[in-house]
């Protein structure tokens, strides 16, 4: 008896740690985008002349992407962490049926941000015409993948 009650509560924390893990994985990936966003901000309104264009801070900014697209991802989309299992989430469903095509638009990202960080410190000029890269390649898995609000 002692046994099985043991072997009941062992079971139970681990379904226990199993469930929570699931949200962390999601608040993980959201500030990662939270980040991206952030930079891209800086970027952006450098590009529209809304922000004071430095080449330090528009360095930083476009390392900061560079940083975030070499996250790892896997561990960040656990299966079950889509709009249909979880609320808190825009991912939709189809991500995982298409995860080869979802790295492969993060990949794009990484380039994207890559092309980015060469550029951004020669010259607000230099932003502008990166941005649209950047912008094309979140778009490409936004409009597939990620519900609207």
Request: aromatic residues 6%; contains cysteine; hydrophobic residues 45%.
């Amino acid at each position: 008896m002692k046994k099985s009650f043991a072997t009941a509560a062992i079971l139970a924390t681990l379904a226990t740690t199993a469930l929570a893990e699931v949200p962390q994985a999601v608040k993980a990936r959201q500030g990662q985008f939270n980040l991206m966003a952030l930079n891209l901000g800086i970027l952006g309104g450098m590009a529209k002349g809304q922000v004071d264009y430095t080449a330090e801070a528009a360095q930083a900014a476009a390392d900061n992407l560079v940083a975030v697209s070499m996250i790892h991802q896997p561990a960040l989309w656990p299966e079950g962490t889509d709009t249909m299992s979880i609320d808190g989430t825009r991912a939709q469903p189809n991500l995982w049926e298409n995860i080869d095509d979802v790295m492969a638009k993060w990949g794009a990202f990484g380039e994207a941000a890559k092309a980015m960080q060469a550029a951004a410190g020669q010259g607000k000029d230099q932003i502008g015409p990166n941005m649209g890269a950047l912008g094309a390649s979140c778009k490409g898995c936004h409009d597939t993948y990620r519900a609207p609000k």
